[in-house]
């Protein structure tokens, strides 16, 4: 239950119209989760360097600062792919704390999205990654979306959206 709470709402489709299709992947919930971590860690830090502990306040303070940073560096992106009909491009941005990365492809080039699944030694471990197909000429590359930890389901699911889309043919002075 908790790991669904987690998942609530991180991959959702914005527009989805003949001309547009926006797909965003936010995940707030693991991202404030993160954050309560931290400022519980900063409260206890401060209460006991106020009972004159000042080694394990330091101690507990340093340690969610690296253990805290580390954690939403990873955890607080925002992804979003935009397939615009109209100008002919996609646009896949994505937002961390580092910064902000743009890629524009070009939307004839795309021939459609997929689900990859790489699977780890442990149990739990598999990896599970939208990944969009490019081919221009001869050559054909492929372009991963990064998406937070997200359920083999949510990916299947945008993907055919994705596809679907892709699929729709485009009309002549269609806007």
């Known amino acids: 239950m908790i790991q669904n709470i987690l998942r609530t ?4 489709v914005i527009s989805n119209d003949p001309a547009v299709l926006e797909i965003e992947n936010r995940p707030v919930c693991p991202t404030a989760l993160g954050v309560a971590a931290i400022l519980v860690a ?13 080694g394990t306040g330091l101690t507990v303070l340093i340690m969610a600062a690296v253990v805290g940073g580390a954690f939403l560096t990873e955890a607080a992106q925002l992804t979003q792919l935009r ?7 996609a646009r896949l941005r994505v937002t961390t704390l580092r910064g902000r990365d743009e890629k524009c492809l070009t939307l004839s080039e795309i021939t459609g999205a997929e689900l990859q699944t790489r ?3 442990a149990a ?5 990654r939208l990944i969009l197909k490019l081919t221009n000429g001869s050559t ?3 372009v ?7 359920q083999s389901g949510d990916v299947a699911q945008l993907a055919h959206v ?3 889309w892709l699929s729709v043919p485009t009309r002549k002075g269609a806007t």
């Open 144 to 150: 991963v979306l990064p998406l937070a930890r997200p």
């Open 119 to 121: 699977y780890g030694s």
């Open 42 to 54: 900063v409260a206890a830090s401060m209460a006991a360097m106020a009972d004159g502990a000042w």
């Open 140 to 142: 054909t590359h492929e």
């Open 124 to 128: 739990g471990n598999d990896d599970v």
């Open 9 to 12: 709402d991180q991959v959702r």
């Open 162 to 164: 994705i596809n679907t």
């Open 83 to 89: 397939l615009d009909r109209n100008t002919g491009t």
